[in-house]
DNA sequence: CTGAAAGCGCTAACAT
DNA sequence: ATGTTAGCGCTTTCAG
């Protein structure tokens, strides 16, 4: 975190605070005022000051600011495999111009090739941020107390850690599961298979669970789990290559998401001659863009993420408000959104349900 | 960019160099020496201090640093429609990389909706960063201008200010556009049509000038340009409806960049039931990897996000050693990439240029 | 090679 | 309502 060198080009003098005091015939501290809300301060000095300041770009530094209030407006983002789902680039835009919009800064620690979480977050904690957001990614329970120590609030976006106390917000994966189970099994299908994503993410774990869960309460047993290592386009299409090699083959997919479920997709249609939805059903969790293009018209589970950006944001002003806050989980419902990649039955078609 | 309220969670208790001074028995600004390169410190004392910070996980206030040091490590990035183009967000995450490994911190500014960059260039400013990146936008020449009293300089990525002199790391549109160009027309068609995407930008601009130029080089002069308002997959759509409404149905469509070539074809193939490449071909620009995907194999020009990604490092790294280096422009080309949404003459097929 | 002292630009008591 | 003073945590002369 050290200073870099910085020549300054030609003599780069910095407007500061004392100029607009000389200039105005205040002192400092009234400049200070001006920009502190809660102050007592004449409405119209204030006026003057914020007029002139504006005219000459003027604006309190940042840096002594945070030196001197101990707090700052720094908001850390640590993200990981971020190309490898476009969902999460969304997450990452979203969730930074909210921050912004609630008076935060987006400082982004992205988690390199080789690396892990727990190698970048100290980078993070060196700014004393309130919070950090971890998007897609694990932190080790050891750099969770780091964080704590330092009075930094990890929250946990889209991941959480079982078992530890920590923030997080979710998709309700487990919902997500049951919906499109329940989906298939409308459509009549009995032989079912899931696709997996990465294997110990929990959002992979808790889409099966819920899948196949309430498969089972609906009386269906034969549920096949073709396990891949990692969610992508590529997982999907080899999945599927190798379950359609077998003998027993499904009639109906659930993809852990909706990159994987756009690979199998092309390679059952592509590769085996399938017809989707005729010969196979296939369905997809996330309701990325390109499922809604008419090339692959992929039925799928919505994912809230306007909800968990707001529910986030809700989290931290709470959190800012009350520092013991307790940690909560908070799981945000998605819905159902029926396409034509899986069998409609009796004229039943998009159903928008949200 | 004034701090926010933050009551302490219990009695959160920074460690600063003070703490390390006492209990190491050496004073404030031998700790700080340990930290700072290029100074003189015996690297006895100097192991012995920084291995005792890393036991109690102390940093360097970088605020303080920043404060005395007159620099700092924050590199702003300026964003806006980021989830317009699948290309953006990779852009973004693989720049934050690439500058986190120099060292810098990226700090994110997005443009929101109804908002300008000028709008938010400003707070951007306001930490007097070295530099700020503007990622797919446009920044009025008053704020350049205001940068460079600040002392920051202005990096434009994949867009360019004409006839203003600042710095500016772009593909080779024009290049890309005057390589579909050739391959369509060796390809054999004559009747060629171009899909336009955002008006105003200079990607668009110079792909489309590119294009109609070596074109009309090829004695190729039956060449229709459709407007669309922006890049994107509906833009697309809608333009290859609008353009086989008419009459004169154009060979072969060259779009403005992949999201909308993938949109034309999706509109081409599901709704008026034509085949691609055998009725029309269709080529794209930038090679996002839905590209490759076997549902559209569309043949495109491959974006150098790479190379320009590094160049941009490169000219980073040059303008901080010599803060005077003056405001160039970095033109980095990519290579065609043939896929099958093209017709392929003599048996020629995928020849991968890079 | 190390310590003491000054000061970066600002905010926050404390006076007035 | 405004000015004065004392730091925030660090780096950097300047002494030694």
Redesign the pocket.
């Given at each position: 975190m050290?200073?870099r060198s910085n020549k300054s080009k030609r003599t780069r003098k910095?407007i500061?605070?004392?100029h607009l005091?000389d200039e105005l015939?205040?002192?400092?501290?009234?400049?200070?005022?001006a920009?502190?809300p809660d102050?007592?301060?004449?409405?119209?000095?204030?006026a003057k000051i914020l007029e002139y300041a504006a005219s000459i770009g003027?604006?309190?530094?940042p840096?002594?600011?945070s030196?001197?209030?101990?707090n700052n407006t720094i908001v850390g983002i640590v993200v990981s495999d971020i190309s490898n789902n476009p969902f999460y680039p969304e997450a990452l835009a979203r969730l930074s111009d909210a921050l912004r919009q609630a008076g935060y800064n987006a400082m982004l620690f992205p988690v390199s090739e080789g690396q892990t979480p727990d190698d970048v977050l100290p980078q993070a904690l060196a700014f004393e941020p309130e919070f950090v957001i971890v998007l897609a990614a694990t932190v080790s329970s050891q750099a969770t107390v780091f964080a704590a120590e330092g009075g930094t609030n990890l929250i946990f976006f889209s991941r959480y850690v079982p078992g530890s106390p920590t923030f997080s917000v979710t998709c309700d994966n487990a919902d997500g599961g049951r919906a499109i189970a329940e989906h298939l099994v409308e459509c009549g299908h009995t032989r079912l298979a899931y696709i997996a994503g990465t294997p110990k993410t929990s959002t992979n774990r808790d889409r099966w669970t819920g899948f196949s869960e309430r498969c089972t309460e609906l009386g269906v047993t034969d549920v096949h789990k073709e396990e891949t290592g990692i969610f992508s386009y590529d997982s999907g299409y080899q999945a599927a290559l190798r379950m359609f090699a077998r003998s027993a083959r499904p009639e109906a997919i659930f993809c852990a998401n909706d990159i994987v479920a756009l690979g199998a997709m092309d390679a059952l249609r592509g590769e085996l001659g399938l017809k989707v939805p005729d010969d196979v059903s296939v369905a997809g969790f996330d309701n990325i863009f390109m499922s809604g293009w008419p090339s692959h018209s992929l039925t799928t589970y919505n994912y809230p993420l306007e909800q968990m950006i707001a529910q986030t944001m809700m989290l931290i002003e709470r959190i800012s408000n009350d520092p013991d806050y307790d940690p909560i989980s908070v799981v945000v419902p998605g819905h159902l959104v029926v396409r034509s990649s899986t069998r409609a039955r009796n004229g039943q078609d998009e159903h928008p349900a949200g």
């Open positions: 050290k200073p910095r500061v605070a004392k005091a015939g205040v002192s400092i501290s009234t400049i200070s005022r920009f502190t102050t007592r301060i004449s409405p119209k000095t204030k003027y604006q309190p530094n840096y002594a600011q030196l001197t209030t101990q």
